[in-house]
């Protein structure tokens, strides 16, 4: 390699002025070329939007990816240009072990049909959560990257020229003022009584040296100014284009803002449907047990009137207890008619329902979204259902489904 020691020896020199200049107005002994206000704003306002984009692009990462080691992983995969490898989201692990464990219990148990149901709904909120974070990495975390390490990567590396050739134009600014003064100096009026001439002959000939000297720093001063001129005017087009990244960087936002939208109602209608499914199931249940120990606790000869599910749309089959005002203390009784059964004399409350849902056999009451029902709770109920009344029409709600008045 060709070792040029002029050149090396210029830009030691150069180096030199430079620092030279710096540390001098640090110490306030020269000095500084300000630019102008706008050019300040426009510098202010791209350092706020470098900090922010970085803190914003940390913490979006946080939240699609919590796991700090996984994070590294990631950045490692991206820095060696190698694929990232596919990995499970925690949802979909917890669907394989709910299923796994379903196999073991019995999947035709309650508890395992229920395990298979739950599962389902896992791995189905898995891959919507696989599905988010894929869309947002591409919508929103890349743009940002892409700034940071191409737009903004740029502006700092004019910024820094700029600030060398503002180093150089006032050190040429400092050389031209000293060598005016010397100038000046030289030039005084000599003292013609002087008996030896030879003083006024060195006098004229350092008084031309220094007129060279002013020249020549003349010249480097156009030079410097026209190179910094320029250089700001590249940087300042830069320093602009900022408003058209914060463009970019709010319609990634929005795209980001809709795919997090989407996820969550995916989620929402996930889950809605996954407690409807257990609502049911747990009705089923619920009817099964009361029905069997009705007939269970029936004396010999005296049967439930086959007709009373068919007129029963709306309150559940329950074991009678002696002490609930207005039931009948005999145990032939214990399938009660809606329209004989009244509510307690307190304890009724007022509910308005949350959710749509749907009667899974004809001892519970349909619902509608946001209408208002009167519920209230007899002995020996499930605490997660209530009796519901929707004027002639009674029956089992799940309590899930309800937000309670007063």
Same mark, same amino acid.
């Given at each position: 390699?060709?070792?040029?020691v002029?050149?090396?020896a210029s830009?030691?020199?150069?180096? /030199? ?21 706008h ?8 350092d ?10 940390r913490q979006?990462?946080v939240?699609?990816?919590p ?34 464990? !379903?196999?073991?219990f019995?999947?035709?148990?309650p508890?395992?049909?229920?395990l ?9 909120l ?13 919508s ?7 700034f ?7 502006i700092?590396k004019e ?25 000046a ?5 000599p003292?013609?009584q002087e ?19 002013v020249e020549?720093a ?25 408003s ?6 709010l319609?990634c ?5 809709e795919s ?6 995916q989620?929402?209608? /996930?889950m809605?449907?996954?407690?409807k ?10 009817s ?19 007709a !009373?599910?068919a007129?029963?749309? !709306?309150?559940?089959?329950?074991p009678?207890?002696p ?17 004989e ?8 409350r ?8 749907? !009667? ?33 029409q009674k029956?089992k709600?799940?309590?899930?489904y ?5």
């Amino acid at each position: 390699m060709e070792f040029n020691v002029k050149k090396l020896a210029s830009d030691a020199g150069v180096f /030199f002025s430079r620092a030279m200049q710096f540390t001098e107005e640090k110490l306030g002994q020269a000095e500084k070329t300000e630019l102008d206000a706008h050019f300040e704003n426009l510098l202010a306002r791209a350092d706020c939007t470098k900090n922010w984009t970085e803190k914003i692009l940390r913490q979006t990462e946080v939240l699609l990816q919590p796991n700090p080691s996984a994070r590294v992983e990631e950045f490692l995969y991206e820095k060696l240009d190698r694929k990232v490898p596919s990995r499970v989201t925690n949802g979909e692990l917890l669907a394989q072990y709910m299923t796994e464990a !379903a196999s073991d219990f019995g999947p035709g148990t309650p508890y395992g049909k229920t395990l298979i149901k739950v599962g389902e709904t896992q791995r189905r909120l898995g891959a919507a959560e696989r599905e988010f974070i894929r869309s947002a990495s591409i919508s929103f975390l890349t743009p940002l990257r892409n700034f940071l390490e191409g737009d903004w990567r740029t502006i700092s590396k004019e910024r820094r020229i700029l600030q060398n050739r503002r180093l150089d134009l006032d050190a040429c600014k400092a050389r031209l003022k000293k060598a005016k003064a010397a100038e000046a100096k030289a030039a005084a009026v000599p003292d013609f009584q002087e008996t030896r001439p030879r003083n006024y002959v060195l006098s004229a000939s350092a008084s031309a040296l220094w007129s060279d000297e002013v020249e020549k720093a003349e010249h480097e001063l156009r030079l410097t100014q026209s190179e910094f001129d320029r250089q700001a005017e590249v940087t300042r087009l830069l320093l602009e284009g900022i408003s058209s990244t914060h463009v970019n960087h709010l319609r990634c936002l929005h795209e980001f803002v809709e795919s997090q939208t989407n996820y969550y109602a995916q989620c929402y209608q /996930f889950m809605l449907d996954l407690q409807k499914q257990l609502g049911s199931s747990k009705g089923e249940i619920f009817s099964g047990t009361f029905v069997g120990n009705a007939e269970s606790a029936s004396p010999a000869g005296v049967t439930s009137p086959p007709a !009373a599910a068919a007129t029963l749309p !709306a309150v559940p089959t329950i074991p009678v207890v002696p002490t609930i005002v207005g039931v009948p203390n005999t145990v032939a009784e214990a399938v009660l008619n809606p329209n004989e059964v009244k509510p307690p004399a307190s304890g009724t409350r007022r509910a308005r329902v949350l959710y749509d849902y749907e !009667a899974a056999d004809s001892t519970e009451l349909a619902l509608l979204a946001d209408e208002m029902i009167t519920v209230y709770s007899l002995p020996g109920m499930d605490p997660d259902w209530l009796i519901g009344e929707r004027g002639n029409q009674k029956g089992k709600v799940p309590v899930t489904y309800l937000e309670l008045l007063s």
